[in-house]
Structures are given as C-alpha cells and as structure tokens.
C-alpha cells in the first residue's frame, strides 16, 4: 500500500491479523455500558443500567471509608458483593432468585453474631447494616428497593463519622451524596429523557443550596463533650504510640510510623530543636527487663514545686490526635495547666498532665512552658529514695562497672559526668535497627552489642545511676518535630518518639539528662527523620530527598491541620467564646430558640429565591414571551393572562394565514413542552432550539 510519499510497501497479513479486531471488540463490549453515562439519548432499560452503575459507584464510597475499621472477611464478602452487582448490571444478566438471597441474608446475620457476640452496637451493627445493603442490592426488583438502598446508604455514610473526621472522609462523603441524589434524581424523572449533564448540574444546585442551612447547623447547632457515640470495647481498642511501659524495642518500633501524635503552633519564633523536649509517661519500676510507672510510694507525695525563669515562658497551642491515652504533652516544664472543656486536668507529682478521661477524640488545648526551670529541688531524702531501686540478679557487669565509677568519682554530679564520659569513649553507636537483647539487657548492650536507640541509653544510664545511689527515673515522650513551612505548624509524630532520663542534684532538684545526645547530637540538634534520611532510610511521613514530594507533603499536612483546627476543633468552648463575641450568653435553650428561628428565615429565604429564580428563569416562559413580544409588534393585541390558545385565537383573526399557521405550530410546541410529563427540567437544546425559531419568525398583520 502506498504511503503518505507515493512509496508502496507491502503489508505482511499473518493468521492472526484477526485477533486485534476481536479484542477491540470485546473491549467495546465490555466498556459500552459505561459510555451510558454520557449519553444524551437513550432507552428506559439504559437509563436504569446507567442509573444502577452511578448507585453502585454511590455505595462503593459508602463502603470505603469502613474498610479501615471493618474485619478482613466482612470487608471481602463486601468486595466481592459489588463486583457481583457489577457484573450483573454490565452483562444484563438477572438477579439472584430469593432462594439464594435468604441463606445468604442468615449467613450474613450469623457471621456477625459469631464475630461480636451480638449485632448491635457500633462496630456490629455497622458491619451488619453494610452486608445488608450490598444483599439488597442484588435483589433490587421495585423502585422502592431503589429507595430502601439510597435512604440505608445516607444513614451509613454517617456513621462512618464516627471512625473519623479527616477531610478525605468527608470529600467522599459529598461524592457519595452527589451520586446518591443523582440517582433520586433519575428514578424520580424515569419517563424524562434528561441528559447525565443536566442532572449532575441539578446536582450541584442542590447541594448549593444546602451549604447556607449547614452553615447555620454548624455554628449554632450545640456541641457535645466527648464522642457523640462509643461502646465500652472502644476504650481498649485503637491505642497508638506511647504506652505504660518502656522495653527494649519499644520505642524503636514507633520509628517505622509516619502517623502524626500532634500538631503546635507557638507565638513567636519556636524554640531551638533541642530544647523541644515534649514530656509524657515517666518510669521509676525497673524488673530487670522493661520500665513501668512507679509502683507505689514510702509515703505520701510531696507537692510539685516548679521554679521557672519568667524570661524563657513560650506560649503554644496544642492539637493532640486521639490515642486512647489519659496524658497530655507539652513542654518542660510547665507554667500553668491547660483547660480541656469539661475534663479535668492534673499533674503528678512526676510533672505529667493527666486527664480525667481517655482522649479519644482530638483536642486542642493552650499552653505556656518554662524552658528554663528548677523542679522539685527541695525533695526530701524518703521521697528520692523511691528512684533507688533496682532488681536483684540482674546485670552483674553494669553493677561491677557502678562501682569502678564510684571510686574515681566524687559527688552525684561527678558521677553523671563520669557516667556520660562512659558513653562519650567507650565505642557506643546509635543505631535505628537495634538488636534483640536476652534477660541481662543492661550487660549485654553496655557490654557486647553497645549499639541502641534513645530507650536502650535511657535504660542503662539510670540503671548505673541507681546504682551509684543517684536519684534517677526514665522519661518518654516526643524530642523535636518538623516545621511545616506553609502554615507555620510544627508537627511530632509518632517516629519522634523518644526517651530520656532525669537525675535529683542536690540544689539543683531534678535535671534532665539525655545520654542520647552525647552519642548522636544529631538525634537532638536535626530530629529523627532528618537523622534517618542522612542515614539511607526513609520514614514513613518523613524528611524526603525529593524537594518536591516534601513540598507535596507540607501542602497535604497543611490544608488537613486547617480542616482540623477550623472544623473539627470546633468545640463546646470554642462556640461559647465565638457567641460571646457577638454579644450573646448561650445556653441549651438560647441556642435551640435562636437555631430555630434562623433556620426559619434561611428556609424562607431559600424558597423565596427559589421561587423568584424559577420565575425568572422560566426557559420556556422566556420564550413564551418572546414569542408575545413578536406578535405585540407586528400588532396583535395581547395580555400577560392570556395563555397560548388564546393568543392563537386572537393571532389567528389579525395575521396573514402562513404565520398564523407559524404562530399556532409555535404555541403548541410552547404548550406541549410546557405541560408534558417532566416538563419542569427542559433540555437545554429543545430551548434554544426553540427560541431561535421565535427569532426567525416576522408576523404580518392581514385578513384572515
């Protein structure tokens, strides 16, 4: 065959030159039905196959957002139910018969049960309701079956709310909502051939139209303390980063984490890195293995005594994410406590903020911290002995190696010093992959691996202070964090864990010491993950080589932080202080009068726009007066209250008989688009096509 220059080539044709052909058909087979979406006209049948993929993709968003909190098999059969349905739609094959539907329907209801012991409650009666709409959809044979998966799928699309609030949560709970209403829409028009694109802009008016009410309901609506829906096992479920105890190991495990423990915004320039030191559980047990907190005490804890250079205060906000944990972080040390709504708040007399109850939900709190202190200097001699304690038959070699610093070493503050110049000379490394350590761990790590992370320095550094009769305890908690440069947020997360260690001088009172930093200051000075990227490795969440995944990264973190600080930190106290500012002292009763009378006005408002928009921008009534306007100039006496017949009547016995003919087949085409079945939501096309027929049109006065 010849080519675009006249040369004429020969075309090899093999046994399998058909091949190419049968696939491209069968992929346009197989695709055709997904082209219904766009398809201006179309049969009734189409219409409901296209109908049935737009719900089927409505529940897949339904569905999704679950798939994090459901069991493994409940999320399968889920799968596996909606490709089913979908293979149905796509290949016009019938339904399942009931004989098949109903041992299915008790094997789902019995697999719940199984699970939970019951098919109430959140995470049952979420699970069950799921498996029940997938069900229905594959025996959906009436239009109400339509309507029992639409109205189930909006109730489920709430309680994935109360998984989570992320914003990509609530984008595809408005997707679902668009899709949801897009097939309301369609099964309330069935005998309409409206095309997809005026039913999606239908679609957006709607949910327009909706943003002003929800504004109202958010801002007025009163907020509820605590999570607006839990069961008792959701208290032991979900605990995420540090816990009550600290072994070998567990700390090092929340390196491989990217999530984000909390998030701070101080005023004014932040602190340098290394002071950054956010306090959490302290640990005073020690059974040869793991820390855990202080078992109990020789007598009654003396009040917590906090003694700050006023110079050095910083102020900071706080937006810790739920852990199911009752502590709170913040800085050493600090000034005053933070106000949590309706939880009380306290600090032990180890300095960590307690809360009254499991924080379950994100909360913001304010907070204002000495970085410069003294605490607890006047400890008297029963109360440090509680930090002395170790356990018999352990470490053998750490003891022996106390005491060989005991005898070059003068006072507890010699010791530290001698202990840490240990460290300092003796060939340690600080590794992010430590190795496994048996019962002697304290021996094993000063003595045979001498590589850790931040709990085995920890660990061993107190460990030989007890053993050289220096107060000492093991503190953990978060060490520096990752300025965001878009929104000025610093975040921590769950990779900054850390651990350190605190030793009682005598007139200076407890003093952090972190034998990490004389091993590796770049854990301190740089954080985590900017220590890890040097090192090869990349965090999940962390520090990225490439500038521009790292750019990508700091917009995603920034837009969420805005979504949880101007949305879902929206408190109870919040509310109250922005109804203060416009004058107003709300309470229960206020707020539920003052919600329904601005609901009222939004409501009349809405139909009032409503109804004037309808008026004004009537298609066919525009045309209607038009047409009007036409007959008027060439003469023809007319009247907004006549309808068409009428002004056929009147045009018929005024003009020449060719344009009364025109006039009349114009009329009727007004009337019969008018007052047809679905004749509110007229195609756009028919409309122009109609109106530039009444431009086109030039009546003349004559006999009749």
């Given at each position: 065959?010849?080519?675009?220059f006249g040369v004429v080539h020969r075309?090899?044709?093999?046994?399998?030159?058909?091949?190419?052909?049968?696939?491209?058909?069968?992929?346009?087979?197989?695709?055709?039905?997904?082209?219904?979406?766009?398809?201006?006209?179309?049969?009734?049948?189409?219409?409901?196959?296209?109908?049935?993929?737009?719900?089927?993709?409505?529940?897949?968003?339904?569905?999704?957002?679950?798939?994090?909190?459901?069991?493994?098999?409940?999320?399968?059969?889920?799968?596996?139910?909606?490709?089913?349905?979908?293979?149905?739609?796509?290949?016009?094959?019938?339904?399942?018969?009931?004989?098949?539907?109903?041992?299915?329907?008790?094997?789902?209801?019995?697999?719940?049960?199984?699970?939970?012991?019951?098919?109430?409650?959140?995470?049952?009666?979420?699970?069950?309701?799921?498996?029940?709409?997938?069900?229905?959809?594959?025996?959906?044979?009436?239009?109400?079956?339509?309507?029992?998966?639409?109205?189930?799928?909006?109730?489920?699309?709430?309680?994935?709310?109360?998984?989570?609030?992320?914003?990509?949560?609530?984008?595809?709970?408005?997707?679902?909502?668009?899709?949801?209403?897009?097939?309301?829409?369609?099964?309330?028009?069935?005998d309409t051939d409206l095309p997809a694109?005026?039913?999606?802009?239908?679609?957006?008016?709607?949910?327009?139209?909706?943003?002003?009410?929800?504004?109202?309901?958010?801002?007025?609506?009163?907020?509820i303390s605590g999570p607006l829906w839990?069961?008792?096992?959701?208290?032991?479920?979900?605990?995420?980063?540090?816990?009550?105890?600290?072994?070998?190991?567990?700390?090092?495990?929340?390196?491989?984490?990217?999530?984000?423990?909390?998030?701070?915004?101080?005023?004014?320039?932040?602190?340098?890195?290394?002071?950054?030191?956010?306090?959490?559980?302290?640990?005073?047990?020690?059974?040869?293995?793991?820390?855990?907190?202080?078992?109990?005490?020789?007598?009654?804890?003396?009040?917590?005594?906090?003694?700050?250079?006023?110079?050095?205060?910083?102020?900071?906000?706080?937006?810790?994410?739920?852990?199911?944990?009752?502590?709170?972080?913040?800085?050493?040390?600090?000034?005053?406590?933070?106000?949590?709504?309706?939880?009380?708040?306290?600090?032990?007399?180890?300095?960590?903020?307690?809360?009254?109850?499991?924080?379950?939900?994100?909360?913001?709190?304010?907070?204002?911290?000495?970085?410069?202190?003294?605490?607890?200097?006047?400890?008297?001699?029963?109360?440090?002995?509680?930090?002395?304690?170790?356990?018999?038959?352990?470490?053998?070699?750490?003891?022996?190696?106390?005491?060989?610093?005991?005898?070059?070493?003068?006072?507890?503050?010699?010791?530290?010093?001698?202990?840490?110049?240990?460290?300092?000379?003796?060939?340690?490394?600080?590794?992010?992959?430590?190795?496994?350590?048996?019962?002697?761990?304290?021996?094993?790590?000063?003595?045979?691996?001498?590589?850790?992370?931040?709990?085995?320095?920890?660990?061993?550094?107190?460990?030989?202070?007890?053993?050289?009769?220096?107060?000492?305890?093991?503190?953990?908690?978060?060490?520096?964090?990752?300025?965001?440069?878009?929104?000025?947020?610093?975040?921590?997360?769950?990779?900054?864990?850390?651990?350190?260690?605190?030793?009682?001088?005598?007139?200076?009172?407890?003093?952090?010491?972190?034998?990490?930093?004389?091993?590796?200051?770049?854990?301190?000075?740089?954080?985590?993950?900017?220590?890890?990227?040097?090192?090869?490795?990349?965090?999940?969440?962390?520090?990225?080589?490439?500038?521009?995944?790292?750019?990508?990264?700091?917009?995603?973190?920034?837009?969420?932080?805005?979504?949880?600080?101007?949305?879902?930190?929206?408190?109870?106290?919040?509310?109250?202080?922005?109804?203060?500012?416009?004058?107003?002292?709300?309470?229960?009763?206020?707020?539920?009068?003052?919600?329904?009378?601005?609901?009222?006005?939004?409501?009349?408002?809405?139909?009032?726009?409503?109804?004037?928009?309808?008026?004004?921008?009537?298609?066919?009534?525009?045309?209607?007066?038009?047409?009007?306007?036409?007959?008027?100039?060439?003469?023809?006496?007319?009247?907004?209250?006549?309808?068409?017949?009428?002004?056929?009547?009147?045009?018929?016995?005024?003009?020449?008989?060719?344009?009364?003919?025109?006039?009349?087949?114009?009329?009727?085409?007004?009337?019969?688009?008018?007052?047809?079945?679905?004749?509110?939501?007229?195609?756009?096309?028919?409309?122009?096509?109609?109106?530039?027929?009444?431009?086109?049109?030039?009546?003349?006065?004559?006999?009749?």
């Open positions: 065959m010849p080519d675009r075309v090899a044709v093999s046994a399998n030159a058909p091949l190419p052909l049968t696939l491209r058909t069968r992929l346009a087979r197989f695709f055709a039905p997904f082209s219904l979406l766009f398809a201006p006209q179309m049969s009734s049948a189409a219409r409901e196959r296209r109908d049935m993929l737009v719900l089927l993709l409505a529940v897949t968003f339904v569905v999704v957002p679950h798939f994090e909190h459901l069991i493994w098999w409940a999320t399968a059969v889920l799968v596996l139910l909606l490709i089913w349905r979908a293979f149905l739609t796509l290949t016009q094959r019938p339904t399942p018969s009931r004989l098949l539907m109903m041992p299915l329907l008790m094997a789902a209801g019995a697999a719940v049960y199984l699970q939970y012991r019951t098919v109430v409650g959140q995470q049952a009666g979420v699970t069950f309701l799921l498996l029940l709409m997938a069900l229905k959809l594959l025996e959906m044979r009436a239009r109400r079956d339509i309507f029992v998966v639409i109205f189930l799928s909006f109730f489920i699309l709430l309680t994935q709310f109360l998984n989570g609030q992320e914003i990509h949560v609530a984008v595809m709970a408005l997707m679902a909502v668009a899709a949801l209403f897009f097939v309301l829409i369609s099964v309330n028009l069935d694109g005026r039913k999606f802009k239908m679609v957006g008016l709607t949910l327009l139209k909706a943003i002003p009410l929800t504004a109202v309901l958010f801002v007025l609506f009163p907020r839990g069961t008792p096992g959701d208290t032991t479920t979900g605990n995420t980063g540090l816990s009550n105890s600290m072994a070998p190991g567990s700390i090092s495990r929340l390196l491989e984490s990217g999530e984000i423990a909390f998030r701070v915004r101080f005023e004014g320039a932040p602190p340098s890195n290394d002071k950054l030191y956010w306090r959490g559980p302290v640990f005073g047990t020690f059974t040869g293995r793991a820390w855990g907190p202080l078992l109990q005490r020789q007598q009654d804890p003396p009040p917590i005594s906090i003694k700050g250079d006023a110079r050095s205060i910083v102020s900071y906000s706080v937006t810790l994410e739920p852990n199911n944990r009752d502590w709170l972080f913040a800085l050493e040390a600090p000034v005053a406590l933070p106000v949590l709504g309706d939880f009380s708040v306290r600090i032990t007399p180890e300095m960590r903020i307690i809360t009254s109850d499991l924080v379950r939900q994100r909360v913001r709190y304010d907070m204002r911290s000495y970085t410069s202190y003294r605490f607890n200097v006047e400890a008297n001699e029963s109360e440090r002995r509680n930090w002395l304690d170790l356990p018999p038959t352990y470490n053998p070699r750490s003891l022996q190696l106390a005491e060989e610093i005991r005898s070059r070493s003068g006072n507890d503050a010699d010791r530290v010093r001698a202990t840490l110049d240990h460290l300092r000379r003796g060939g340690y490394a600080y590794t992010l992959s430590p190795p496994r350590l048996g019962r002697n761990s304290i021996d094993e790590f000063l003595f045979d691996t001498r590589q850790g992370y931040c709990e085995h320095y920890s660990s061993a550094f107190v460990f030989l202070m007890r053993a050289l009769d220096v107060p000492a305890r093991v503190v953990t908690g978060y060490q520096g964090g990752e300025l965001n440069p878009v929104d000025g947020f610093i975040t921590v997360r769950q990779s900054d864990a850390h651990a350190w260690s605190e030793v009682w001088l005598q007139g200076r009172g407890w003093v952090r010491v972190d034998p990490t930093a004389i091993v590796a200051p770049a854990r301190i000075d740089q954080g985590a993950s900017e220590l890890a990227r040097q090192s090869g490795i990349t965090l999940p969440g962390g520090a990225s080589s490439f500038t521009w995944l790292r750019s990508l990264r700091f917009n995603w973190e920034a837009v969420q932080n805005s979504w949880n600080q101007w949305v879902l930190s929206y408190s109870q106290d919040r509310q109250r202080d922005l109804l203060g500012l416009l004058g107003l002292t709300p309470n229960w009763e206020s707020l539920a009068l003052m919600l329904a009378v601005i609901v009222a006005i939004v409501l009349a408002a809405m139909a009032g726009i409503s109804l004037r928009s309808r008026t004004e921008r009537d298609p066919l009534g525009e045309a209607f007066r038009l047409l009007r306007d036409r007959l008027d100039r060439a003469g023809v006496t007319t009247a907004e209250h006549l309808g068409p017949r009428e002004l056929y009547a009147r045009s018929k016995r005024m003009l020449v008989p060719d344009d009364a003919k025109h006039a009349r087949k114009l009329l009727s085409r007004i009337e019969r688009m008018r007052y047809s079945r679905g004749s509110q939501d007229v195609v756009r096309a028919d409309v122009r096509a109609l109106r530039r027929a009444i431009r086109e049109f030039r009546p003349r006065v004559g006999a009749a």
